[in-house]
C-alpha cells in the first residue's frame, strides 16, 4: 500500500493543468476549456491528497477561483519559472496540457531539463504521439490495426489515394480541433484554401462504435482500465460531447484488446495514456482499429474514478514506483458525464 511504504515520509506531487493556468483574457483558453481541464485537475488532485504520505501542490492563473489544495498564482510571465521550480523540489510532476503547438511537450521538456521525474509519459512518447502522421506509421509498422494516413499534400497531387468520405485533421493538434469529415477531393482543397497555415493529414473514415481506454503504468506492469463509450457528435466534426462506462463486456473486452496492442511496443512508462479506438461491425473485432493515443490524463478519468472502488491514483504511484497496487475494484454501476467532465446525475445500480 501508498501510505504503508510512505508513512514516515512526505512525498511530494506536482501536478500541472495548461488550461487552468492560463488566464480567460488571454486567446488561449476559453471558460468552457478550463471547466473540462479543471475538471480533470481537480480530480486527480483529489485523488492524489487522499492517498496517506502524499502531499500535491498544483499552478492557477491569477484570475482563477480559490481552490482546497496548495496552489502557486502565476501570471504569464511567471508560468516557466515556478513550473520548473516546483517540478524540480517534487518527486512525481503530472502534466496535463493538449498537444497541438507542442505545449504539452515543451513542459516534459521542462520537466527533464531540471532534473524532474514524470508521472506519465516523457518528451519523446509526446513528440511521437502528437505528430499524428509519425504515430500512424509507427503503429502500422508495429501491425497495429489503424487507418492508413497520408499528408494532404500527397493526396491533393494524386501521389497518394485515399477512399472517400475521409477524415481530415491536423498532423500535430489535439482533441478534435479542426477536424472534418468531407467526401471528396473538391472538399480537400477547400479546406487547404481556408486553412493553408495547417498541415492536414488525410485518413479514410473508420465506421464503427468509438471508444477509448485508459491505462496506468509502471515500470514493470501495466493495468487497463474498463473501456469508455465516446460520445462524439454527428456534424462530421467529431467533438466530444463525454462518455460513459462500462460498455458491455464483449465489446469491451474487444476495445481493451486493439488498445492494448498499441501500447504494448512503448517502452516502459509511469502514468496514464488514453487510446481512442473505434469498433467496427465485425463482431470477432477484425474491423476494430486504433485511431489515437493521447500520451496524459483525458476527461475519461472523471468517470472511471467515480465507477472505482480503488482510488485510482493511489495505483498509479505503486505501479510508479514499481511496487504491486492495490486490487483494482469498481462499482456496479453505469456512469456517463459530459464533455466538461461533469457527471450526469441519476445513475442507475445494475
Known sequence: MMGQRHGERIVKVFVYEYTCCQSLTEETATASLRA???????????????????????????????????????????????????????????????????????????????????????SELVLLTGDKLALARHLGSSGVPTPTTYPLAEVLTGTACVSFPAVCKPRQGAGSLSTYLLQGLDDLRTLQRDEPSTAFIVQPFVSGAPASVGFLFGPHRCLALPPAAQRLSGDGRFRYLGGHVPLPPVLAERAQRVAQSAVEPLPALRGYIGVDVVLGAALDGSADQVIEINPRLTTSYVGLRSLARTNLAEVMLSLAAGEAPSELCWHQKSVTWNADGTIVPGVVET
Open 36 to 122: 473540462e481541464g479543471w475538471a480533470m485537475l481537480s480530480a486527480i488532485l483529489s485523488d492524489l491528497a487522499g492517498v496517506d504520505g502524499v502531499t500535491v501542490e498544483t499552478m492557477l492563473a491569477e484570475d482563477h477561483a480559490r481552490i482546497p489544495f496548495a496552489a502557486w498564482r502565476v501570471g504569464p510571465r511567471d508560468e516557466e519559472r515556478v513550473f520548473r521550480d516546483l517540478a524540480a523540489r517534487a518527486e512525481y510532476t503530472f502534466v496535463i496540457a493538449p498537444e497541438f503547438n507542442d505545449l504539452l511537450y515543451h513542459r516534459c521538456r521542462w520537466v527533464e531539463e531540471c532534473s524532474g521525474r514524470m508521472l506519465g509519459p516523457g
